[in-house]
């Protein structure tokens, strides 16, 4: 289960900077999962919720924003958003796209008392 990994990079992250910012706590993290990230969201909150103990984030709300799969056709280029994972443009029906947003986590923001 590589949540927990995840999870203590994220921590450090949320500490670092803290740090830099001169604050005392973290009081709101908020995320973003891309259903592709091989991220599972429940087990990375509840690994959240586990190691935040004894940290500037002990009391924080973490809010996981789950992102869809962008496509760009490179063919029409026309940008999508997939419903299900079928890497077709669904304007022309083209195989020849590129993924533009969904399989990664990022950190999209941090409130800090």
């Known amino acids: 289960m590589h949540e927990y990994s995840i999870v203590q990079s994220l921590l450090d992250l949320c500490e670092e900077n803290a740090q830099k910012n001169s604050a005392q706590k973290v009081t709101k993290v908020v ?11 429940e087990l990375l909150k509840t690994a ?3 190691f935040k ?11 996981v924003n789950i992102q869809p799969i962008v496509i760009r056709c490179n063919s029409c280029l026309n940008e999508a958003v997939l419903k299900e994972i079928e890497y077709c443009c669904p304007k022309c029906q083209s195989g020849d796209v590129a993924v ?3 399989e990664e986590m990022y950190l999209m923001q941090l409130e800090l008392e």
Request: contains cysteine; negative net charge.
């Open 48 to 50: 959240f919720d586990t």
């Open 53 to 63: 103990e004894k940290t500037l984030c002990q009391n924080a709300e973490f809010i």
């Open 100 to 102: 533009i947003d969904g």
């Open 31 to 41: 995320v973003k999962i891309g259903v592709m990230s091989g991220v599972e969201p």
